[in-house]
């Protein structure tokens, strides 16, 4: 079946420095990606979406990568800061197929 | 400009009786999705709704789940006799369309616990 995976389930990272998250998906097909940011208490938030027509995007602070060919995105913050603490997921279109999180802790 | 509002943020219930959830969209979403997230866990589609339709419900649970969208009013996600492992949040999301280059906008969920 249809899977979205991220490879680390903690990252630690010291404040200043960038992160990147990775994610892996099962469906080729796959056309249309999300990364959302959840906060402790609080609902997905929305980050940054990539269509399959691009390889990169970018946004304030974050940029996602996908790399089609081994069916991969990465999300990855410039200047990590303490506010970028929660948890990451990627997710795919249509049902969004949540894979699980990556917990980002952000050290001072 | 209010954003997907849920209520209520916490529920408690006993076994047995019934839990009812409300997710009101964003303004100008006509489509709601709802999703249940295990402690330590990601989320799960449940079911995909538009006005006055249940456009996939592949997975919500056979027995004791329901949901609706009526024309007015918000949608409920309605979970009937109630049981320890109901214990969970139930996030909802709305977008203006059909789901296809745009992002799901999330509530801040409810948090359902079985006594």
């Known amino acids: 079946g249809e899977?979205?995976?991220l490879h680390l389930p903690t990252l630690s990272v010291q404040e200043g420095d960038n992160s990147i998250i990775n994610c892996a998906y099962s469906n080729s097909a796959s056309d249309y990606f999300i990364w959302y940011k959840?906060?402790?208490g609080k609902g997905p938030q929305f980050i940054i979406?990539?269509?399959s027509n691009m390889d990169k995007r970018q946004g304030q602070r974050v940029t996602v990568l996908l790399n089609k060919t081994v069916k991969h995105l990465s999300l990855q913050i410039a200047a990590t800061q303490p506010g970028d603490s929660a948890v990451y997921f990627c997710a795919?279109?249509?049902k969004l197929i949540f894979g699980q999180g990556t917990t980002l802790q952000v050290k001072p | 400009n209010a954003g997907v509002m849920q209520n209520p943020r916490h529920l408690v219930r006993r076994r047995g009786q019934e839990a009812r959830l409300r997710c009101s969209p964003m303004k100008g979403h006509s489509h709601?999705?709802?999703y249940r997230q295990?402690?330590?866990e990601g989320l799960k589609f449940m079911v995909y709704l538009q006005k006055e339709n249940i456009i996939d419900e592949s997975g919500m649970p056979k027995e004791r789940?329901?949901?609706e969208f009526p024309k007015e009013g918000p949608s409920i996600l309605r979970i009937q006799q109630v049981v320890r492992g109901d214990s969970a949040a139930y996030f909802c999301?709305?977008?203006p369309g059909q789901v296809t280059d745009q992002p799901q906008h999330f509530g801040d969920g409810t948090r359902l616990s079985i006594l």
Do not use: H, K, N, T
């Open chain 2, 93 to 95: 999301a709305s977008s």
């Open chain 2, 38 to 40: 295990l402690p330590e």
């Open chain 1, 49 to 51: 979406d990539i269509r």
């Open chain 2, 65 to 67: 789940f329901s949901a």
């Open chain 1, 92 to 94: 795919e279109r249509g």
């Open chain 1, 3 to 5: 899977s979205v995976g």
């Open chain 2, 32 to 34: 709601v999705y709802w």
């Open chain 1, 38 to 40: 959840q906060e402790s």
